[in-house]
């Protein structure tokens, strides 16, 4: 019996080959065994889809066959994950088995996927570096093989079409690196078929919402549009065929997603001025016949000044040729022409790979040289004496403008965090973590504390100081203050206010303000009363104020002390003759009033009012009393008819105690507790008077008077002292 020496073709190479239907015996051969081999060593592999791993190296090379790469490339695209993922695989196995050319090709793309990680390529410091150094070594073993680079590029494009398989962290940055790098790269290798495809993959990732506006748009208005080009291609075809050329080609050219975007955002038009705008192509075989049909363009529409590029005599620096013009038509609707030759077309979808659709042909390999040499010498840029500053300059001559609006900063740990350009320390904490934002209170840059509001810089270490719980301010939203630059950042500072924050914040407000009223000794004072001194008609509102910490404790304590001494001197209000005689308490000469015109004279404060330092007061002089000072809205003041009798009195710029405040403190007694109290009066530089101790079963009860500089100090010292070993409260005492 005979050996059956033609296997048959698997079914997943079929597509390959309908791609590639002349390749001689021997390649197919070739190709087959490598997907033989890799549907071995894959069997039990399966990605994340849940599909067999073959598929994925099988899909890699379906695309190198579309751009028509040789056989070697498509072994070792069905032969580019083995070595990676597959135990026991090594590269001298498919040296042995494929040899030396596939196992380079192998190799150099094994060699590609440890790209460097964020921390390891930014301890330099300096922003752009991971991206220098992922270029780079792209660029490397592209100068080995550029073969290499395309079968990576075509591995990134499939791991993009099947990116809705991975969690959402990791789409994100998987389409961010590939809008960042690989989309880049392919229009640098004038690959325009992948370089579009990558982008709109990209896009649907990074920015889902305006994606599918895009497409829902463009799907909705199809129909119309196709029309409108069809009669506008019949008329220019019309035009052409009287100049006698034959094999034309006109065609309307496809809108990309991504590009429709660019131009929206760029030009900060809307979708209907970018969609209005037609693209035709047209492909004739000769480079003088461009021209002839440039002049049958300008003759039926009206051309737009500006508008027209000749990129065959200059061509772009990824090699692209054509002429580009742009026409106004007689409904006034904008309509952008390509004319080119096909070598030029293939140049311009295919770029670097076209030099494998010519491989016959070899006029075509002096091209391809030129861009090869193009590209080595980026690579030398960046890597003969490689400097930080060569590695930027080199990746500023690779990116894309979208990178170019970006900023990269490091986290105080070295890792990269990129935003886009006018980002703030706010944008960078919620990009961190949601709740790193919410409880953001500051942050250094550098190691210098800056404002919230400071624009982040490429190369900026952030560090962001956060408090002990999570209240973003309300001004962060308010686009004039320019707190923040993320749509993220602004949907979860919105989120927090509009689910968690106001709750949270009336419970924290209701907390903050009992335990105030309980340090005042007015624990039965209804919130409402409060609430109504800061001008709130609705509590919650109110303790929604106090939690959001717009209201302060101290401040609380203020408006409730002031008001309550009101109510009691009104109360207390007494008739005039007597009443600057009124009962007083002597205050040293030095306590920080000065009067005009004269000194050393012994100065009272009156206990009518009890002026407190920062009240309008003014001084009546009593005989044989020397001055006492009321406050300037004082009854007794504002009825006397003694009017001779007053003097204007200032409070001086000397801090002096000027209000006694009544405490009483609870505590396990213990030694030294008196000291302590002791020491935190005197840290605020508050006098004590009037101390009494009672211990009751150890339980010891302080009574004093503090000698406050203003009312606010009163919430904080309180709470001092009740932060102290064996203090259960402290308040203050009602007479
Ligand atoms: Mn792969």
Redesign the pocket.
Known sequence: MVAVTSEKVPTDLEPIFRSRPNLSPEERALVQRAYHFAAEAHRDAKREGGEPFIT??VA?AQILADLRLDTPTLAAALL??VVEDVEGIEIEHIERDFGAEVARLVDGVTKLKKLPTSTEAMKSGKAGDREAETLRKIFLSMNNDIRVVLIKLA?RL??MRTLGHLPPERQIKKARETLDIFAPLANRLGIWQIKWELEDLSFRYLNPEKYREIATQLAARRAEREAYLETVKARLAKEISALGIPNVHISARPKHIYSIYRKMERKRIPFDQVYDIHALRVIVPEKVQCYQVLGVVHSIWRPVPGEFDDYIAAPKNNFYQSLHTAVVDDQGKTIEVQIRTPEMHEQAEYGIAAHWRYKEGAAHDKAFEEHLRYLRQLIEAATEGVSPADAQEFVSVMRSDVFQNRVYVFTPKGDVIDLPSGATPIDFAYYIHTDVGHRCRGARVNGVQVSLDYRLKSGDRVEIITGKRASPSLDWLNPSLGYIRTSRARSKIKAWFKRVGRENNIALGREVVDRELRRLGLSTKPREEVAALFGFAKVDDFLAAVGYGDISAPSIATKVLEADRKAQREAAAEPLAPSAEAPTRPVNASAGIDIMGDSGMLITLARCCNPVRGDPIVGYITRGKGVTVHRADCPNVINSLESERFINVNWGSSVERAYPVPIVITAYDREGLLRDIGAVAANESINIAELHVQTRNSIASITLTMELESLDQLSRVLAKIEMLPNVIEARRRVV
């Open positions: 994925h190296p890699v580019h994950d591995d499939h791991n």
